[in-house]
Structures are given as C-alpha cells and as structure tokens.
C-alpha cells in the first residue's frame, strides 16, 4: 500500500500543479497581464511546485533529508537525465542568453548552496544547517535572478520566446476550481509523498536523503523529462535547456529558500558530494557548449550525461550500505 502511496502521491502532485498553472494563467489572461509576465512567473514557477511542496510538508515534519535530497537529487536529474535523455534522441540547441546567464547562475547557486551550508568548515560551528538566514538570503537571490529575466526577456535580439502554453481561456467559475484543485491535489501528494518516503527508508533501512534524492527527486523532475524528451522526439527544443536550467535556478534560491525560511535545515556532511556533483554537472553542461558543435548538447554528449547519472545513482546506494552497515 505504500507503494501505491507514492505513486497516488505523484499523480497528485503533477496533476495539482498543471491544474493550478492552467487556472492561474486563464485568471492572468483575464485581467491582461502580459504573456511575458506569466510565462515568467506562473508557468516558470508551475515547474517548481512539485518540490516547493514536498519541501513544505518534509520541513513541517522534520523530515530535513528527504527536503534536501529532494532539492539535490531534482537539480542533478534535471542536468544530467532529462538533458542527457532529450540530448540522446536528438541534439539540443541552445540560445546564447543560456550560456553566458543561466549556466553559470546555476552554477553560482550551487556555490552558494555549499557556502550556507558548511557551518562548520566556515564559521567552525557545531552542526551544518541551511539556516532561516540563509533561506531569506536565497529569496533575495531570487528575486534578483527573477528581476533579471524579465528585464532580459525585454531586450533586443533576445531569441527566447515567453509566451506560456496555449491553454484554453476558461471562465472565473472553473478558473478558480483549477486553482483550488490543484491546490488540493499539491497539498494531498506533497503530504502523501513525505510518509510514503519515511515509511519506505525505514523499511529498507534507507537513508532518508538517498530516498529523497532518488525516488522523490526524479518523480518531482517528471514534468521536466516528459516535456523536454517529448520536444525533442518533435525535433523543438530550442529552449529545452534554459527551461530545465531555470528550474534549478528555482530549486535552490525559491523552493529552498523558503523551506529554510520555514524551519532550519540540518545538513549532513556526506551531502556535500551531492551539492560537488550539482556543481560539476553544472560546469560540464557549460563545457559541451564549446566542444562538438558550439552551444549545443550532441548525442554523444547526452548518452555520456545518462551514463554519468547511472553512476552517481549508483554510488548512492554504495554509500547507503557503507552508512547502514
């Protein structure tokens, strides 16, 4: 039954989140606010909620290894499975804006990420914790990287169309259904998730954080592989890597940084080879942009992602066993 748990959990989850985008952008429409705006905000944060919301429910329950594998194990799937899956069936282009902005954010959040939260290296603390502090500081870096986008998406010559997905243009009544909805449903599978995760670690004797960095993190980075993979089946993934790039900017400096402002993080120290594996993922992604065909993800260097993500899943439950045994 815990299985099936956690597979109602994600269905609500991802179900939750596209009903509430699809009502919060009918609303939007309504009251004429710019696509620019809404492909910015509703539907750039809509990629989010599924860890916003497992982060809530895991950081209510103390449960602060599966909110931080949640958050590490999205990033490094996002970067190294769903690119490298969506690599894989065709290459990927990407725009330049990607490159020299997004990329190396991404990379500065990862930076930032493992400043906060080594206490004890920097500041010769007791204990690691991503403190309300930090969290607070990362919603500052948000708004800042938020403030950026839209002040680029303005700019001449700038290639990325922000034009949020054609829904349909629903009356108030079933708008605000679709958002209460959704609402719901992200409420129901954040809770359901949490439990079923605890439940299943304590079965198998499975570190906390490993079952957050695994199961929950790639049921959470669902709608980034399914979107990304399904566009470059349809040969258009023009913007697929700054989209999943922009997701983990989120990851960090929002869903992070307001499960931190919530309640204290603790870190644990062997996470730290989670946060170097964000980092260098990052740092290979900028790398593939000048070999092969310039700024772009070739198949062989997407096969090469896959496999890299094979290994690091690999080493976790490596790293399991050594800390159970």
Do not use: C
Request: hydrophobic residues 55%; aromatic residues 10%.
């Amino acid at each position: 039954m815990v299985y099936l748990q956690l597979v109602i959990g994600l269905a609500l989850l991802l179900k939750g989140a596209d009903l509430l985008v699809n009502g919060a952008i009918s609303i939007a429409r309504r009251f004429q606010i710019p696509s620019i705006v809404i492909g910015l905000t509703i539907v750039a944060l809509g990629t989010s909620l599924p860890e916003l919301f497992v982060n809530i429910y895991a950081s209510i329950t103390d449960n602060s290894g599966i909110a931080v594998g949640n958050v590490l194990g999205s990033n490094i799937a996002n970067t190294l499975l769903v690119l490298g899956l969506a690599g894989a069936i065709s290459p990927l282009g990407v725009q330049k804006g990607t490159v020299w902005a997004e990329i190396p954010l991404s990379l500065l959040a990862g930076i930032m990420l493992a400043v906060a939260v080594n206490d004890v290296f920097f500041d010769g603390a007791l204990r690691n914790e991503l403190t309300r502090t930090d969290g607070l500081a990362f919603l500052g870096f948000f708004l800042i990287f938020s403030y950026y986008s839209f002040n680029l998406s303005q700019s001449k010559g700038n290639d990325r169309p922000l034009e949020p997905p054609a829904e349909a243009f629903y009356g108030p009544f079933k708008s605000w259904v679709y958002i209460i909805a959704g609402m719901v449903g992200l409420g129901l599978g954040g809770d359901w998730i949490v439990d079923a995760a605890v439940i299943i670690a304590e079965n198998f004797n499975v570190a906390e954080d490993i079952i957050g960095l695994t199961i929950v993190a790639i049921g959470t980075s669902l709608p980034e592989l399914a979107t990304s993979a399904l566009a470059a089946w349809r040969g258009n993934a023009a913007i697929a890597v700054g989209n999943v790039v922009g997701s983990n900017i989120f990851n960090i400096f929002f869903v992070l940084g307001i499960s931190a402002s919530i309640k204290a993080l603790p870190f644990s120290m062997h996470n730290n080879m989670d946060i170097a594996v964000v980092i260098l993922s990052n740092i290979l992604l900028f790398i593939f942009m000048f070999t092969g065909r310039r700024r772009s993800i070739d198949r062989g260097e997407g096969i090469f992602m896959l496999f890299l993500y094979t290994a690091y899943i690999a080493s976790l439950f490596m790293r399991n066993g050594s800390f159970t045994s």
